[in-house]
């Protein structure tokens, strides 16, 4: 398994990816991804340790329009609790598909328009650009003075949604949660805006 996922990360690296997407691709930490991409692909080559981390596979969902279709409606379940959102926002690039399903769901489901948006984390980006924020997308809704509900994958540190909290605050936006399918740290809000998941991954000792 380790193998498997020392050679994923290297093809992605080869093709371009940045370690913030292949950490993304893989649904592991960047410390990982970083680790992934420094291991020999030799099976042979002693490797030093992994940092402590879950890979996430969720190939059989993603492949399956009709599984994502169901994991988004539950993932709309759960936004209902805190009120209703104008903008779905979906971080890229695994966090689009159940936001604009939710969008879509929440919709037809409450009997009001919700709006989808787009954010593009700072990892994404080239990696000698110390400077770089991310961004929402400007081609799709607009947040200002809008409720906001962030929907990603999985959560592996907190950071890429604290980024998108801060970068929707700065626009007058106002996050009301954050809905991920794995919650892979046990966080219940960020920055003062509840955390909601399907799946809590704890570890133990």
């Known amino acids: 398994m380790k193998q498997d996922l020392i050679k994923k990360a290297h093809e992605l690296r080869s093709r371009g990816f940045t370690i913030g997407e292949i950490a993304d691709e893989l649904n592991v930490s960047m410390d990982t991804a970083r680790w992934l991409n420094m291991q020999k692909l030799d099976e042979k080559q002693k490797t030093a340790d992994a940092p402590v981390d879950f890979a996430i596979n969720w190939n059989s969902l993603g492949g399956s329009s009709s599984r994502l279709r169901y994991v988004s409606a539950a993932l709309s ?38 709006a989808l948006s787009v954010f593009h984390p700072v990892k994404h980006m080239k990696e000698d650009d110390k400077d770089q924020k991310g961004a929402i997308s400007q081609n799709f809704a607009q947040v200002k003075d809008k409720k906001v509900v962030i929907v990603d994958d999985v959560i592996t540190s907190g950071n890429t949604v604290k980024e998108v909290v801060n970068a929707l605050k700065d626009q ?34």
């Open 77 to 114: 379940d759960m936004t209902l609790a805190h009120g209703e959102a104008d903008v779905i926002v979906g971080i890229a690039v695994s966090g689009i598909p159940f936001a604009t399903m939710m969008a879509d769901f929440l919709e037809v489901e409450e009997g009001f328009e919700t």
């Open 172 to 205: 007058g936006a106002e996050p009301i949660a954050v809905v991920v399918l794995i919650d892979k740290v046990g966080i219940s809000e960020i920055d003062g805006v509840p955390v909601e998941s399907l799946i809590k991954v704890n570890r133990l000792g």
